[in-house]
């Protein structure tokens, strides 16, 4: 009898929901790192529904979403998050199959108009805009909370389900623009060191824990998440909101509406 040896087959995993090589990732052929979700999308409505219930700030105006994007990313930059989110999952003994994978915000500077239509998809190279270089190589925890002097959990990166929390560090630098933008990071949480109080000199959490929950109560009227290196997260949307204002009325706008001839620029 002649046996015949079973051949050789490699299991091949199926790409990440986000990465760009993936054909439904793809609009008319091109690979480009944002790609806009149609309010018919079913993720339209669940990360539009994660941004209205986290804005608790009751003093701030409900703010309309107007955009949401998906964030690509290639292969390998997404390979070493999906390793240490696997790493994760084998010590947390959850349910949950993603290390406890959450959706987070994070709001961040930004110098272009990014997102400001609905066709604004490319990324800028200007130097103070931390929203495209985030969404360029993902966060850097050496470069986080620059910005802010005070950290209150020490030097890591910082998101939360708190989307008008988010909304606090959110800046526009161009004066061009109109709307705001958040980022929606998907981050291993793992088993979270829950914290009450300061501890600004923090570098990692203790050991058996994967993060930090500042918890509500003596310092913190928000909560927040932070984790201490690059590979516990990877953007995943960016929400574009806020209510639009009437844009001002210049001199070239108004000759134009007058004898509706386009003027050179
Ligand atoms: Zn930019």
Redesign the pocket.
């Known amino acids: 009898m002649v046996v015949h040896p079973q051949d050789d087959w490699v299991d091949i995993p199926p790409l990440d929901e986000f990465c760009v090589d993936k054909t439904e990732n793809r609009k008319n052929g091109r690979r480009n790192r944002l790609l806009r979700v149609d309010r018919e999308n079913p993720r339209f409505s669940e990360v539009e529904r994660l941004f209205i219930k986290g804005w608790r700030h009751g003093k701030k105006d409900k703010p309309e979403v107007h955009f949401i994007f998906k964030v690509l990313w290639t292969e390998a930059l997404l390979e070493s998050y999906l390793a240490y989110r696997a790493s994760v999952q084998r010590t947390v003994k959850a349910k949950d199959k993603r290390g406890n994978e959450r959706l987070l915000f994070h709001g961040t500077n ?3 108009l ?1 997102g400001e239509t609905g066709n604004n998809v490319l ?2 190279s ?1 130097r103070d ?1 931390s ?2 270089s985030i969404l360029r190589t993902s966060f850097d925890v050496t470069k986080c909370g620059s910005k802010n002097a005070f950290k209150r959990f020490g030097h890591g990166i910082y998101t939360t389900s708190c989307s008008s929390k988010a909304d606090d560090y959110t800046t526009n630098i161009s004066k061009e623009a109109t709307l705001r933008v958040a980022l929606v990071s998907r981050v291993v949480v793992g088993i979270p060191y829950k914290r009450y109080r300061n501890a600004t000199d923090l570098v990692s959490p203790p050991n058996g824990y994967h993060s930090i929950a500042g918890e509500i109560g003596w310092d913190l009227n928000y909560e927040e998440t932070v984790t201490y290196h690059n590979d516990t997260i990877r953007p995943a949307y960016l929400v574009v909101y806020g209510n639009r204002q009437e844009a001002p009325v210049t001199l070239k706008t108004f000759v134009r509406s007058m004898f509706k001839t386009p003027l050179a620029s």
């Open positions: 930004r110098a272009c990014l990324l800028c200007l805009c929203l495209c």
